[in-house]
């Protein structure tokens, strides 16, 4: 009863703003009052109609047909043309490595390298060198250790990688420094730790590591050092024509030489 109150008082409202038949008013034309007349018809649709919706800059109809891309789109920032990517072919992941600093051990350029110490001097960083090394056992990583405390050389080799004096453990993937065992541990907990041990491609005469695949090597029992074949660990090898020997050139400070089936 309100509503329809409401729409009389509104066509009254309305049909009075017209300007009257008369004298005095300005001659109008028949077909103009007859579309008013139509309009301000008493018919429920006339305050039911709504204004039809313009389509938005930018936003497309669900049916509408994709958009073609720009040929201005398809460049760099230096301005060269960029193929575009083909239809249904996802772009390939950036290697993980790229965001750690590129240092290269002697070999590693392929594989996984741990530079480690077995000695029991500093216990933190003895446990550390143990947990690093279990955590890549029981993740099934192939990975060459390097015992700093069996062969100098190998210490003067990290210094030499890192540019400082760093301590063991010590993690490179596929020639990058991934770090020490505080950052191995934070990167296993996350979650990334993984993908950035993945097996690289190796060359076809490349000989995979025989460690870190969860038995002991036959040759070192998994000490990576033997015992040097020409000095017998004595450090010296002698001539017969001398009375006294000279120093091995095969072997470290040791009389060991790293284990061959281990490399």
Known sequence: MIIKTLKARILRALKSSLPAAGADSPPTKPAAASVHADAF??????????????????????????????????????????????????????????????????????GVVLYTTTLRGVRRTFEDCNGVRALLENLAVAFQERDVSMDRGLRDQLWAVTGEKAVPPRLFARGRDVGGAAQVLALHEEGRLVPLLLPSVAAPDEKPPAAGRGGKCEACGGLRFVVCGECDGSRKVFDGGRGGGARCRGCNENGLVMCPLCL
Request: glycine share 8%; charged share 30%.
């Open 41 to 110: 018809s008493d018919d429920a649709s006339f305050f039911d109609a709504r204004e039809p919706e313009t389509p938005t800059k930018g936003r497309r109809h669900p049916s509408s047909s994709p958009e073609p891309l720009d040929a201005w789109e398809l460049v760099d920032q230096d301005g060269r043309a960029v193929p575009a990517p083909p239809a249904g072919d996802p772009a390939p992941a950036p290697d993980p490595l790229l965001g750690f600093p590129a240092r290269c051990p002697p070999g590693g350029e392929r």
